[in-house]
Every structure is written in C-alpha cells, then in structure tokens.
C-alpha cells in the first residue's frame, strides 16, 4: 500500500493514523516539526499517539510520492491546495476527505479535484465518523465514491482498515451533496436545541432538513438512493444529534446567542451560503438553508427563522 493524507487537522491526522495500522503512511503538514517530535497532534487531536508506521513531513515531494493522497484540507481551501502543488499530483489517485460545497463555484470538492487536475482519479470519502472515534480505533463505516468503478474498488480496498468499513458507489456527486448538506441542518438542529425549542423541533427540522438534501440532489441528477445511505442519512443522524460536531456547536451558540471561536473550522457556514445561492438561482424550495443562511449573516434571529419556517403555506408531505 502506498497512501499519503495532505492536511494535518484532526480528520487527516485519524485517517492516517488508522491506515498506519495496516502499513507505511505518510502525514503531510505545513507545520510538521512539533508532531513529528511530539509523535502526537496536540493542538488538533490530543491523546492519540501516532504509531511507528506513520511519516509526518512538510516535504510535499515526499507525501507525493505516493500512488493514493487523502486531502483532508478544509472545503474552502482545497482549490488553493490543488493548485499550488498541481505538478506532483499529475495522474494520482485523488480521494476528498472534505465536506462542503465551494462558495466560489458552487461544486463539490470531485469536482474541484477534476476541474484543477483533469488526469487524477478523483474520489471522496465521506459518511459518519468523529475524528477521536476514528483514531481510537471505534467501528466506523463510511462510503467511498468514484466515477470510476474499477478504481473506485481499488480504493475500497486500500483504504479499508480494521475498524474503518467503506462502502463504495459511483455516484460522487450524491455522496459529496450528503456529506456538505447534513452540516447545514445540523447548525439548524443546533440552533433548535440552543434556543429550547425542544426535540421535537430537532426532528422535524432533520426530517425536512432531508427532504431539502433530496431536492438538491434530484436537481443535481444524484443517484436518489445515495442519500438514503452513509454519505447523507447516516452523516446527517450523527452530526445533527452530537455535541461533538462543531457545526451543531456552532447552531448551539446562535440559538442561545453565545459567541463562537471564529476560527473553529465549520464547513456548514459556507455551505449554506453556496447552498442558498444555488437554491435561488434554481428556483429550489429550500426554506431550512434559507433559514440558516439569514441566521448566519445576522439577517434573521432564531425567532424570525422559526416564523419564516412556520408561515409558509401548508403542503402535502
Ligand atoms: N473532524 C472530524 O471529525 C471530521 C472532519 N471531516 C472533514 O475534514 C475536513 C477537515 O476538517 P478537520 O480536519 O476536522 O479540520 P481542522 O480544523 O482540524 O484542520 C484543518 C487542517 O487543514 C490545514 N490547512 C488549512 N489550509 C491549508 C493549506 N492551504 N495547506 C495545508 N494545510 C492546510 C490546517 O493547518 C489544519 O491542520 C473538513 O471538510 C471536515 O468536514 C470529515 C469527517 C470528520
Ligand atoms: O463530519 C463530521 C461527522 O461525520 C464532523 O462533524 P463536524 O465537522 O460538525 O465536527
């Protein structure tokens, strides 16, 4: 096996840590002197030690030389990434670990990789996983998706641990649309439980949260049962009800109108911007994305969102 994650937070570090357990895997970071040192990543996942199996460097020729690269890069940041290292990564196999759509351009990240580096293979992989459950070695079951069946089975297999199940499709754009819209409803969900509007405005907003996700990914011509797999009912289930997701943290702090460390990466609050934007321009009925987009930029509070929420004509289900 040969695989290399580019991006040291806390998702990259899990990965490559549980794909260590089954051979050499190399940790590219832009500030890999105190982790390689520390043999740990205190600052973004404390309290797991890297096995002796895994390489962390700041030599991207040397992560690059790899056959299979993880980026695990935030949303935004994954163009810049790509292009600034487009001459070693020429004809790889390319697999997103990121969540979100691009504000800028309104794609995912399959197609962020395929427009920057037509010759790659490109993939994602995504689905319900906390980076600490990952790296403690916790079952995990995620889907991997990639156009090309054959390489999509290649991948499967490679990046199958132990403890890490993946599941695979070929229909990237369902599995990239699952992953990027469960963290808009689940700042939603937050927001709900933040402002003690109870559990039962939680599962009402999931439940219609979905059916928003469905209506994007039809628009989009996903695959209608991909949602209804890891990449988006199983995502949107964990992350809309755990106090360990950071973008249902962030909903807690609006609904209960505390501050959030702004620096805290929460893929959802570009995503529901890009989202909305795409929705308009669609004519989509998405009142949840809307909701949480106003909320976001200070246009609507938490009781003007559940009144745009709440007023709308009634309908069939
Ligand atoms: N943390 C988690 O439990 C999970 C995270 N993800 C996804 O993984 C992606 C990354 O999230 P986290 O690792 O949690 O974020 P994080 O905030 O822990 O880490 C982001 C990392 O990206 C690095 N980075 C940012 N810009 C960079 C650049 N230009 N070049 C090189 N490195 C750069 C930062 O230095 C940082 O180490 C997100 O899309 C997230 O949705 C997916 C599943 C689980
Ligand atoms: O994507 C995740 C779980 O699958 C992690 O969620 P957060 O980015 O909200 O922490």
New binding site residues.
């Given amino acids: 096996m040969s695989v290399s994650v580019l ?6 570090t899990a990965l490559a840590i549980s794909l260590a357990g089954k051979g050499p895997v190399t940790l590219w970071a ?1 500030d890999a002197g105190d982790m390689a040192k520390r043999r740990e990543n205190t600052k ?1 996942l404390p309290g797991c030690p890297f096995p002796d199996t895994l390489t962390v460097t700041d030599s991207l020729d040397q992560a690059s030389a790899a056959k299979i690269l993880l980026l ?4 935004q ?1 994954l163009r ?2 790509l292009e600034d290292h487009k001459g070693a990564l020429h004809g790889k196999h390319l697999v997103a ?4 759509i691009e504000l800028s351009s309104g794609v995912g990240p399959v197609s962020v990789i395929t427009q920057t580096i037509p010759d790659a293979t490109a993939a994602i992989l995504t689905g319900p ?3 600490a459950d990952i790296a403690r070695g916790l079952p995990t079951a995620l889907t991997l998706a990639c156009g090309d069946a054959a390489a999509g089975k290649y991948l499967q297999a490679e990046l199958t641990t132990a403890n890490l199940r993946l599941y695979r499709t070929t229909d990237t754009i369902g599995a990239e649309l699952g992953g990027a819209l469960k963290n808009v409803v689940a700042i939603a969900s937050g927001a709900a439980i933040g402002a003690g509007l109870g559990e039962s405005a939680r599962a009402a907003l999931m439940t219609r949260g979905y059916a928003e996700m469905q209506r994007l990914a039809a628009h989009l011509k996903a695959e209608p049962t991909t949602l209804a797999g890891l990449s988006g009912f199983g995502d949107l289930t964990l992350t809309c009800t755990s106090e360990q997701s950071r973008n249902y943290r962030l909903g807690q702090s609006l609904g209960q109108g505390t501050p959030f460390d702004p620096s805290t ?1 929460v ?1 959802g609050a570009a995503t529901a911007r890009a989202v909305d934007a795409l929705a308009c321009e669609a004519a989509l009925d998405m009142p949840i994305t809307r909701a949480v987009a106003g909320l976001l930029d200070n246009q609507l509070d938490v009781a003007g969102a559940m009144k745009l929420l709440l007023t709308r004509p009634l309908k069939e289900e």
Avoid: D, I, L, Y
């Fill in positions: 991006g040291a937070g806390a998702f990259g832009r973004r695990a890069v935030p949303m940041r810049s990434v670990c990121c969540k979100g996983s906390f980076a990466t893929e």
